[in-house]
């Protein structure tokens, strides 16, 4: 079946500090990859995806590569914000390439960066 | 667009009581999702939909109707509410792999 493991939080760090979220994964077939992140009363938002083995999501400074080898999808940021608190989930979709999206959230991680 | 849009925000039921949480969304996506968020529980899927008409179970789907007559609109039914369904709820939609989150519904079954 289809599952997603996150390091557990809560996270805490001090602005500009360097950040790992770990995240790995089951799946049948080839799933697309990403991370969520949601502010505080909001609901979630697309922070960056990978379709295929070896690609790299990046947005607002944050990174992830997709690592076939090793089941992995770890989301970096090498300084953090105090705007970047929010929870982050990673997420799989074993629907590749087609417009349904079908997704399998890991238990999400919270971060709190502090001034 | 307005995007994906729920309402309403915030709810307060009785055990027993029925209610309708809104969903719809102005991007003409085909697909639509509901899930439930609990704590330390990520989000987990109760419903979906591929299209006007069609619709699926997740992996939460007791105690909820759903049903599919506009591509715009999904709502989610609780018949007869239960503690158990205390959490918050988002409506999705859904292009290209890319999910679009509504604001949540915060619900509250006393």
């Known amino acids: 079946g289809n599952s997603v493991t996150q390091m557990e939080g809560p996270v805490t760090l001090s602005e500009e500090a360097f950040l790992t979220i770990n995240c790995t994964y089951t799946a049948t077939g080839y799933p697309s990859l990403f991370w969520y992140v949601q502010y505080p009363g909001e609901g979630l938002q697309l922070l960056l995806k990978a379709t295929k083995a070896d690609d790299k999501g990046s947005n607002k400074g944050f990174e992830a590569t997709y690592r076939k080898e090793t089941t992995s999808f770890h989301l970096e940021k090498g300084s953090v914000q105090v705007s970047d608190s929010a929870v982050y989930f990673c997420a799989l979709d074993d629907d590749r390439g087609s417009t349904l999206g079908r997704l399998y959230f890991g238990r999400g991680t919270q971060l709190t960066v502090w001034p | 667009n307005a995007g994906v849009t729920q309402t309403p925000k915030f709810q307060v039921l009785k055990t027993g009581q029925s209610m309708t949480l809104q969903c719809a969304q102005d991007?003409?996506?085909?697909?639509m999702s509901w899930y439930r968020q609990d704590p330390g529980m990520g989000l987990r899927l109760i419903h979906y939909?591929?299209?006007?008409?069609?619709?699926d179970q997740g992996e939460v789907p007791n105690g909820y109707n759903v049903s599919r007559s506009t591509t715009e609109d999904f709502p989610l039914r609780l018949l007869s509410a239960a503690p158990s369904q205390t959490s918050v709820y988002f409506c999705?939609?859904?292009?290209?792999?890319?999910?679009?989150f509504g604001p949540g519904t915060r619900l509250l079954v006393l």
């Open positions: 999705a939609s859904s292009f290209k792999e890319t999910q679009y």
């Open positions: 939909s591929v299209g006007a008409g069609i619709t």
């Open positions: 991007m003409n996506h085909e697909y």
